[in-house]
């Protein structure tokens, strides 16, 4: 009977024993110590993760962050696409969307301008139509005393300044102050004969023109104001300032390149923000723009401002002094109430007063002139000349 089980063994197990040796060499099995240790630490990680993991879910818990990122997700064409790595790379390359190179740098079918990773900076727009030579940006702005600078371009770049729209001469409206001087007194001339012309004739304005009453003299026999009172005067003038401003409009330019990929007829630029114009603008080949575009803009570089006013002067009235009157009271010497009294003056015409009837006793009065209150008329302020520009406009034409 040993002798029957010996055989057995050495005819059964033993093979057996050597063929589960081979197996597991070749791993069909359980690798003692490191699998163990393997396996334990992803139990351990599983009941971490989920402990209410159903056992046929054990994939679905065992796998990382790094496993996520390699998972391929289906763009909307049926693609697939690689999906964000957990740093938030948009791709597997680890590079972003490179908008003005001509490749699909993200991978997802979408190159420069056609990719949305692109939108926000960039678009795609006509491409130079016939009658154009390249694509501008393009900002319009009233001019002023104190301009703003020119806008940012992008990439580090800012907008050349032009001008609009000439700017023709117009003058400030031309004024007159308020007058400034002094009236000069009435002459009056007096006559040893009556008539006032014949005999010897005396000018008394030093004696009559002064203030207080004065006492004639007996031998006068007549008087008469013979001239008028002369303004030595003046009104300020002022405006005549020709309009600081040459051109009505600032004109802001920045040259677009072309960069990256469009559909078929359109090119890759920057895309425009305020202040610059939203539609497309482009600058023309000749001096107008082809149809199509909805404005056309002139735009000017260096230019010399030849505008003029002429000088603003006021002229007097006719009459800048009133008033300055000698009055003279017959029969009295302390120029009160007497036997007559007159007033003479230069406006109205010069009168004769017959000293006769006063019997040689008179006395006078004198009352100053003083200037008008009538303004002086303005003249002048006539625009002249023009904004000369050193070359011809260029053409720019928006849509």
Avoid at 26 to 44: T, V, Y
Avoid at 102 to 117: K, L, Q, S, V, W
Avoid at 264 to 280: D, E, H, Q
Wanted: glycine share 12%; hydrophobic share 35%.
């Amino acid at each position: 009977m040993a002798v029957v089980l010996c055989c057995i063994v050495r005819r059964v197990l033993v093979p057996l024993l050597l063929l589960l040796a081979s197996c597991t060499r070749a791993g069909f099995g359980p690798e003692p110590g490191r699998n163990a240790a393997r396996d334990g630490a992803r139990d351990r990680a599983a009941g971490e993760r989920g402990a209410d993991a159903a056992p046929g879910d054990r994939a679905l818990v065992d796998r990382g962050p790094a496993d996520a990122a390699r998972e391929p997700v289906v763009d909307a064409r049926g693609a697939e696409k690689p999906k964000p790595d957990v740093k938030g790379a948009p791709d597997l390359k680890g590079g972003l969307e490179n908008c003005e190179n001509g490749i699909d740098d993200d991978g997802d079918g979408n190159i420069d301008c056609m990719d949305a990773d692109c939108s926000a900076e960039f678009e795609c727009v006509e491409a130079p139509p016939t009658g154009t030579l390249s694509h501008l940006r393009v900002a319009l702005a009233t001019a002023s005393a104190n301009p703003p600078p020119p806008p940012a371009c992008g990439g580090g770049k800012s907008a050349e300044r032009f001008h609009n729209e000439l700017n023709p001469a117009s003058c400030s409206p031309c004024g007159c102050g308020a007058m400034q001087g002094t009236c000069s007194n009435p002459t009056i001339t007096v006559w040893d004969q009556a008539g006032c012309s014949a005999g010897n004739a005396y000018d008394k304005t030093a004696l009559f023109a002064t203030a207080g009453c004065k006492q004639g003299p007996s031998t006068l026999l007549s008087a008469a104001v013979t001239t008028a009172p002369a303004a030595n005067a003046s009104c300020a003038p002022s405006g005549g300032v020709v309009n600081t401003q040459p051109f009505l409009n600032n004109l802001d330019i920045c040259p677009t390149t072309a960069t990256g990929a469009c559909p078929a007829g359109k090119i890759c630029v920057r895309r425009a923000a305020a202040p610059f114009l939203p539609g497309p603008c482009y600058r023309a080949s000749g001096s107008s723009c082809p149809a199509g575009f909805s404005k056309e803009l002139k735009a000017y570089g260096n230019y010399t401002d030849g505008r003029t006013c002429s000088a603003c002067a006021c002229s007097l009235p006719k009459a800048p002094c009133v008033g300055g009157t000698y009055t003279f009271h017959g029969c009295t010497a302390s120029c009160s109430t007497g036997c007559q009294q007159v007033t003479l003056k230069a406006d109205p015409p010069t009168i004769c007063l017959e000293l006769a009837p006063f019997a040689g006793v008179y006395s006078v009065s004198y009352s100053p002139p003083a200037l008008t209150t009538t303004p002086c008329t303005a003249k002048g302020g006539t625009p002249g000349g023009a904004v000369v520009p050193a070359s011809g406009p260029e053409t720019i034409c928006c849509k």
